[in-house]
């Protein structure tokens, strides 16, 4: 049996968000993330031509890349991104019929969510996960343990502010998987070209996810 998107999602732990300001930038970012180990991508509708993007990976790496779409507001958006390649959809914020739409053509739905009404209307609007966003600003991996306390049943994946030094943190707090930004996806370093810094980055995330589930495992 393949593995699902929801299982693909839990065990690589990391959701990169993608928002190149081109697509031969973007290329060298998923290439450089691949190599480091992470195989799941998120392409923002923000960046110039999205879609021609995730057709491009799609061709590209195939079944080697798990592609979602991010910033998506509407349900024309999240129909389109799918037929480009897209397996989940992402939302910065909440909006039913992004969720419907998405569900309708039986990919993962993500939207985003911040207070506690917010997120359980997500949940039972057919939401699949919660991307908690902006979580740092709400006091980060504290904020998400306090929402997970009324709402235990609740997969959420906390975006911004999830860095090297707080991605335990998040895990510990109950966190499905993290959406994580520049710490990751360093647009400086392609422009730099050190696409190795990234390589490296993603290793270091998959080490701190590795050793977590390994403190957290029954046998440890």
Known sequence: MPETTAQIIERVGLIPVLRARNAAQAHAVVKAMIAGGVTVVEVTMTVPGALDLLRELKNEY????????????TA??????????????????????????TKARKKLSIPGALTPTEVITASRAGADYVKIFPCSAMGGASYLKSLLAPFPHLKLIPTGGVTHHTAASFLEAGARALGVGS?????????????????????TYLQIIAEFRNSTSPSS
């Open 62 to 73: 195939g079944a080697k890349l798990l592609l979602g779409s991010g910033t998506v507001t």
């Open 76 to 101: 024309k958006e999240a129909e389109a991104t799918i037929d480009a390649g897209a397996e989940f959809v992402v939302s910065p914020s909440l909006h039913p019929e992004v969720i419907a739409a």
């Open 183 to 203: 710490d990751l996806v360093n647009l400086a370093a392609i422009d730099q070209g050190a696409p190795e810094v990234i390589t490296a980055a993603a290793k």
